[in-house]
């Protein structure tokens, strides 16, 4: 069976550009979590999603967007570029909510902002 | 907010034998999970292995088993015999009923031949 897969695997960009990143779930899972990473750092999370439907959100700006497909994929987008967006985009899927569910990661989206 | 902490930025171990990396965090709730996550140079994070807070006894998959210890926030990961494929970053998360997982800033651990 497929992971999670992403789109794209790199990406350059200029200040106040706009980005979309996407992401396919594992077949039969219904949430999708969104994170970035920071080289150096671990993950911090950014949006989950679960039967299309905004389930959290973490702290970041109002330049960041998501949203979930009928089919459970999900796009992450970006306004407004900034060279501090540089970072490393993973999106996770789960069975559902529920704490104890594994959340399988994708590779990953590398974004570089000029 | 949860907060989870990994104090050794870095850590190297010989082959064949046995580290332990470090992990604490900050919680007010009482059902949670833990987990350690391993991010191999490739990138891709893989779920080494999983904790429910409400279960006393400590979690173990194959060469890898956690200390856990609940009243000290404490929970730590320890490999055994320690193989060149180990080598990677290495993540503690915190998982509550809000679904997100919070992590720490890692552990890169180096396995030397």
């Known amino acids: 069976d497929a992971g999670v897969t992403q789109s794209p695997t790199h990406l350059i960009k200029t200040r106040g550009q706009h980005v979309t990143l996407r992401c396919s779930p594992i077949?039969?899972?219904?949430?999708v979590s969104w994170y970035q990473q920071v080289l150096g750092q671990g993950p911090q999370f950014i949006f989950q999603?679960?039967?299309?439907?905004?389930?959290g959100r973490g702290n970041f700006p109002d330049r960041f967007s998501a949203r979930q497909f009928p089919n459970y994929s999900s796009e992450l987008n970006v306004n407004a570029l900034l060279l501090g967006d540089s970072a490393l985009y993973l999106c996770?899927?789960?069975?559902?909510?529920?704490?104890?569910?594994?959340?399988?990661f994708g590779p990953g989206t590398r974004l570089t902002v000029l | 907010a949860q907060t989870v902490t990994q104090s050794q930025p870095e850590m190297s171990v010989q082959e064949a034998e046995t580290v332990t990396l470090s992990c604490t965090y900050d919680?007010?709730?009482?059902?949670?999970?833990l987990f350690w996550y391993k991010q191999p140079p490739s990138r891709q994070m893989i779920l080494v292995i999983r904790?429910?807070?409400?279960?006393?006894q400590n979690a173990t998959e194959n060469r890898f088993s956690v200390n856990f210890q609940k009243a000290a926030k404490s929970f730590s990961l320890k490999i055994s015999d320690s193989q060149l494929g180990d080598a990677a970053m290495y993540f503690c998360?915190?998982?509550?009923?809000?679904?997100?997982?919070?992590f720490g800033k890692g552990t890169k651990l180096s396995v030397i031949p």
């Open positions: 996770a899927s789960s069975l559902g909510l529920a704490g104890g569910n594994e959340q399988f």
């Open positions: 077949s039969g899972h219904k949430s």
């Open positions: 999603y679960y039967e299309k439907e905004e389930r």
């Open positions: 919680t007010s709730e009482s059902d949670y999970y």
């Open positions: 904790q429910e807070a409400y279960k006393q």
């Open positions: 998360a915190y998982r509550s009923f809000r679904y997100q997982l919070t």
